[in-house]
């Protein structure tokens, strides 16, 4: 519980600081310093409760069906990761307290800040590879909200699109890899995967693993050629640099290297992939750095570089080397933070972070500017500072690749060395000096507070770098024996190690990069300068740029050549894809058989006869008589009613007939506002050649499809029944559904979840009709009255439509269909009691009553029947979709899975015991969802031909039109 | 029985794909209905046919598969029809908003260049 709490407790602070109000900056910031706070004493607390060497674990079950689980998993890597993003954490909510001015909307920030701790804390306590994953995706997306915080920026949108781009193709490629990895172990327990070295390395998926998880790690970390993301990432608030760009997230990469360290290390592929890039990453960041006029573009470059260092030394792959990167990550964390804070308190007191109108600000921050001083010392690997320490380390490793010949790497190591000197003196050297032009604000030192972060981390790096062996080294070893288990390799950690190579690299970067900083100062003008040179041509922004443009294009060109705007074509597309495709998959039809299971019915045979020639006239007539296809299409319905009747399925033959009904009603509405179309003939025309062409490939196509349609059927229909599920629903009806309508259990009970589902699409759909009418602009020839009702001639046309069926020539059919109406009413109740037992149900129940309603709205009018009975089918559909999920929810307080199904037996003093099956209450929420839909949609139609303003022009609104 | 209903669905469902390759969108409606018939008539048919076997468990004892039509398919073609509708509403709405806006009841929302 502890570890979850660890997780939960930022997700559940961002969510409290999204509900905040904008002005809540002090709020905020205790909300979310106090769960920084209450996650760093947890971590304490659980390092000095577990001791060193125990891995706690915590797991919870996530779909066990494919043996998923969440597990947390916190060792000693996890916990030197876990306390340094808390720890910094905190500081930095301390810092953006201050930082953050009061326009600007505080709730948004520290909400994304939690829950970029949430997901950070996620990442390294993930005990499962594809929740790691998770997780690390989850980075990206608050880095990206982060970067682009002040949206009004389109640096900061450019910024945030480039830096989610490369960091989420990147995490897709770590799925991949991890999946890969997953399959080669045949687990994604971290567990289980540290422990399958021999068959990581053995596997031929090894490369393709770490080619995978490599392009993850190293995208993260900003590692060449994938740098070009973090410069731009400095568009975001500076404690956002501070914390995610230089202090946290972009070691996700290096943590997960280290993470898989054990498993994929040690292989020249390994060395050749990580220490290559960060090799490549360290000298062009460094170089880079040198050349920024932007304080934090200094710094980003420099943390470019410094994290490939810690690539490199990863890359390299000896034990001590991993000692030195972890050291290293912990040191730059506190160094690079401080030293983000302080060009934010620069930014913030002067108005600028411009290196070159940056000059003495010595004299007016003097604090500040200690602090920074000694934090680019650190950087520059001063001795007594932490950043010695590690850096020392690197040298010593470097001297030990490539063996006596071999000194590339030590030369690299030096130059680093060197070009970090030098860009320490130029951010140093905007303390001192002489302005030569004022700046934007006269500086002055910051609130207390505000530099109490700084104050903080700069004393971290004095205290690791003066006793290293008893501040850092303990916490250090808790780390490397997470990786490494017991072979820890013998080190010291110590300023003074005696004469030797590395102390002699340190004082040679010492000397030459103070040199450097003179002879470029003086002979480049240095100061003024704001691009690097060599290598700025080599922009992977631009790169990235180009590749974006590049899809971009190549989308337009496959959609302009492959798509069509069209859905004729597509259509014929559709059809032939549903002719061909199955055939090509199962490879033609089954042997063939002739047989006649059930006897030929001559009935049966007249009825489909009558059943074909309606759909081959609706098919000849749908294009001049709409109403004609119509009528013939439904007595193609109807027939199929017939059928399902016919072939004991009476429960089906009830609903195909209502919902015919409906639909013909329907379209009937819907055919006042087509446009008139003229034959051929009456218009004279003669079908050109490519017309009857097209028709004669669509009649082949469609012969084709009903062939093969017949043939199918053919094939199932003579084919024995093999042993289904039937037999189990057959069985358990009326036991356990509590009906003798199997067909009806099924769908209330057995699959009642399916027509939840079911009824939620009737809404939607019901809602988007209503919705997409409400916009309804017909055609200006559909708007005007019909000529069948402005004949002068015809009497009927001067009355509405309810005095026609008052008192008009509807006067007969009017008293009979009102006299309808309670009938409807009981038979739909009737149908809906049975259901259970006897053919009947919710669905049907519903249509009848629809039915029932609607034949009053095509009598008498809208208007008439409105003013008389008041219906409100949006009210319907959600007292129907609530009473059902209610329903299925009531299962839960009896402690069964949703939807299970309840019998009550009642004794009532009249009517006896009845029996009252849960599934009876939710189909009663079917019924009333279904006329809700059925109303709202026929109404909704109906209503469109009485909307005033559409009446031609000088016609009040007396006529009311009828239904249809 | 087997062979009438065959050709029959193939009847309907031939007649259905004619219609939904025609340009004009009433013409796709009706093509859609006869459709879907065709396609409703093969998922129940799938639980072969029965005659005066409709399943309801009415009799004591317990229920022999033989003695009853396949309460599933049947199960899945209601769904399928009621759904059937909703798609046809849609649909027409569609079409009728269609036609007010691009002015033209041709599928494609304009007249093809003839």
């Known amino acids: 519980m502890?570890?979850?709490?660890?997780?939960?407790?930022?997700?559940?602070?961002?969510?409290?600081?999204?509900?905040?109000?904008?002005?809540?900056?002090?709020?905020?910031?205790?909300?979310?310093?106090?769960?920084?706070?209450?996650?760093?004493?947890?971590?304490?607390?659980?390092?000095?409760?577990?001791?060193?060497?125990?891995?706690?674990?915590?797991?919870?079950?996530?779909?066990?069906?494919?043996?998923?689980?969440?597990?947390?998993?916190?060792?000693?890597?996890?916990?030197?990761?876990?306390?340094?993003?808390?720890?910094?954490?905190?500081?930095?909510?301390?810092?953006?307290?201050?930082?953050?001015?009061?326009?600007?909307?505080?709730?948004?920030?520290?909400?994304?800040?939690?829950?970029?701790?949430?997901?950070?804390?996620?990442?390294?306590?993930?005990?499962?590879?594809?929740?790691?994953?998770?997780?690390?995706?989850l980075t990206s997306v608050t880095s990206f909200l982060l970067i682009g915080y002040w949206h009004h920026r389109a640096d900061a949108r450019r910024g945030a699109r480039m830096a989610f781009t490369v960091t989420a193709s990147g995490g897709l490629c770590l799925l991949a890899g991890v999946l890969i990895l997953g399959r080669i172990v045949g687990s994604y327990d971290l567990d289980v995967v540290l422990a399958a070295r021999e068959t990581i390395l053995a596997s031929d998926l090894y490369l393709p693993a770490l080619i995978l998880i490599a392009l993850g790690?190293?995208?993260?970390?900003?590692?060449?050629?994938?740098?070009?993301?973090?410069?731009?990432?400095?568009?975001?608030?500076?404690?956002v640099s501070s914390y995610l760009h230089s202090a946290t997230m972009v070691k996700a990469g290096v943590f997960l290297l280290m993470r898989l360290w054990p498993v994929l290390s040690g292989t020249d592929e390994w060395t050749w992939i990580i220490a290559g890039a960060g090799t490549c990453t360290l000298l062009l960041g460094a170089f880079a750095a040198i050349f920024q006029r932007d304080l934090k573009g200094l710094l980003a470059y420099s943390t470019i570089s410094h994290l490939g260092l810690i690539t490199t030394l990863l890359g390299i792959g000896t034990p001590l080397s991993l000692v030195a990167a972890i050291f290293h990550t912990i040191n730059h964390a506190t160094f690079k933070a401080s030293l983000f804070m302080a060009v934010g308190i620069i930014d913030h007191e002067t108005g600028t972070r411009d290196m070159r109108l940056l000059r003495g600000l010595y004299r007016q921050m003097p604090r500040t500017a200690i602090l920074a001083i000694v934090a680019s010392g650190a950087m520059a690997g001063v001795p007594l500072l932490n950043g010695f320490l590690s850096k020392e380390m690197f040298f010593a490793e470097s001297l030990l690749v490539g063996g006596d010949s071999n000194w590339w790497m030590s030369y690299a190591a030096l130059a680093v060395g060197v070009f970090g000197v030098v860009y320490s003196l130029r951010f140093i050297a905007v303390f001192f000096g002489r302005p030569e032009q004022p700046l934007p604000k006269e500086p002055h030192e910051p609130p207390s507070w505000m530099r109490l972060p700084v104050e903080l981390l700069v004393l971290a790096c004095l205290v690791v770098g003066v006793l290293p062996g008893i501040s850092i080294e303990p916490l250090l070893h808790f780390g490397v024996v997470a990786i490494l288990g017991g072979d820890v390799p013998e080190y010291h950690l110590a300023v003074w190690h005696g004469f030797n190579l590395p102390l002699l690299m340190s004082v040679l970067a010492l000397v030459i990069g103070a040199w450097l900083f003179q002879l470029l100062n003086q002979r480049f003008n240095l100061q003024q300068r704001d691009r690097a040179p060599l290598i700025h041509r080599l922009s992977g922004a631009q790169a990235y740029e180009n590749t974006m443009l590049g899809l971009t294009r190549a989308a337009a060109f496959l959609v302009r050549h492959l798509g069509t705007q069209r859905l004729q074509p597509q259509f014929m597309i559709m059809m032939l894809a549903m002719l061909v495709l199955p055939a090509l998959l199962v490879g033609g039809l089954p042997p063939w058989e002739v047989a006649w299971p059930t006897a030929i019915d001559p009935y049966f045979v007249v009825l489909w006869i009558v059943g074909c020639v309606c759909a081959l006239a609706a098919a000849w007539q749908a294009k001049y008589h709409r109403l004609a296809a119509l009528a013939l299409a439904g007595g193609t319905g109807v027939i199929t009613a017939v059928t399902f009747l016919w072939l004991s399925a009476p429960d089906l033959a009830l609903t195909q007939l209502m919902v015919e009904t409906v639909t013909t009603i329907l379209i009937l509405l819907g055919l006042r506002w087509l446009p008139a179309r003229l034959t051929p003939k009456e218009l004279a025309l003669k079908t050109p050649w490519h017309v009857w062409l097209r028709r004669s490939r669509d009649m082949l196509i469609a012969v084709g499809g009903g062939l093969g349609m017949a043939l199918l059927a053919y094939a199932v229909l003579v084919r024995p029944l093999p042993e289904g599920i039937s037999g189990f629903f057959l069985d358990k009806a009326l036991s356990e559904g509590g009906g003798s309508n199997v067909v009806n259990v099924l769908l209330v009970d057995f699959r009642g979840f399916d027509t939840m589902g079911e009824i939620t699409v009737l809404t939607v759909v019901a809602l988007t009709v209503y919705a997409l009418l409400r916009r309804f602009r017909p055609a200006p020839e559909s708007v005007a009255i019909p000529a069948q009702r402005n004949n002068p001639l015809d009497a009927a046309t001067r009355q509405s439509p309810a005095a026609q069926a008052n008192i008009g020539y509807l006067m007969v059919a009017g008293i009979f269909m009102r006299l309808l109406l309670p009938f409807m009413g009981v038979i739909a109740a009737y149908f809906f009691m049975r259901g259970h037992n006897l053919p009947g149900g919710g669905f049907v129940a519903g249509l009848i009553f629809s039915v029932a309603i609607i034949v009053q709205y095509m009598l008498a009018g809208t208007s008439w029947v409105e003013a008389r009975l008041t219906l409100r089918p949006h009210r319907w559909l959600g007292y129907g979709l609530t009473l059902a999920g209610l329903t299925g929810l009531g299962a839960w307080f009896f402690g069964y899975p949703f939807l299970t199904s309840h019998t009550a037996h009642l004794h009532l003093p009249v009517l006896g015991e009845i029996h009252v099956p849960s599934a009876f209450v939710f189909d009663t929420g079917v019924f009333t969802t279904v006329v809700g839909c059925t109303m709202l949609i026929l109404t909704a139609l109906a209503h469109q031909s009485t909307r005033g303003h559409r009446l031609p022009d000088g016609r009040p609104e007396t006529v009311e039109a009828g239904g249809a | 029985m087997e062979a009438v209903i065959a050709i029959s669905m193939g009847v309907l469902f031939g007649s259905g794909i004619w219609l939904i390759l025609r340009p004009r969108t009433f013409q796709v409606i009706v093509g859609l209905m006869l459709m879907s018939y065709a396609v409703n008539l093969f998922i129940f048919m799938v639980g072969r046919l029965w005659v005066d076997k409709a399943p309801l468990t009415l009799q004591a004892g317990t229920p022999q598969p033989g003695d009853y039509a396949d309460p599933v398919s049947q199960a899945l073609v209601l769904t399928a029809i009621v759904i059937g509708f909703a798609t046809t509403a849609l649909y027409l709405v569609i079409m009728i908003g269609a036609r007010g806006l691009t002015g033209t009841d041709h599928v494609d929302g304009e007249e093809a260049d003839e």
């Open chain 1, 2 to 137: 502890t570890l979850s709490a660890l997780i939960i407790a930022p997700f559940a602070g961002s969510l409290i600081a999204a509900c905040m109000p904008a002005n809540a900056r002090n709020r905020e910031a205790w909300l979310a310093g106090g769960v920084a706070l209450f996650g760093l004493l947890l971590v304490s607390w659980l390092f000095f409760s577990h001791g060193t060497d125990q891995v706690i674990h915590e797991r919870i079950s996530w779909v066990p069906a494919l043996g998923l689980e969440f597990v947390l998993r916190l060792d000693g890597l996890a916990w030197i990761f876990s306390a340094l993003v808390l720890g910094i954490g905190m500081l930095v909510v301390l810092y953006a307290r201050y930082y953050m001015s009061p326009e600007d909307p505080v709730p948004r920030f520290f909400s994304f800040l939690l829950a970029f701790m949430g997901a950070m804390l996620g990442v390294v306590l993930s005990g499962n590879l594809i929740q790691l994953v998770v997780f690390w995706e």
């Open chain 1, 217 to 239: 790690a190293l995208t993260k970390s900003a590692q060449f050629p994938f740098h070009f993301w973090l410069p731009h990432a400095m568009a975001a608030p500076t404690p």
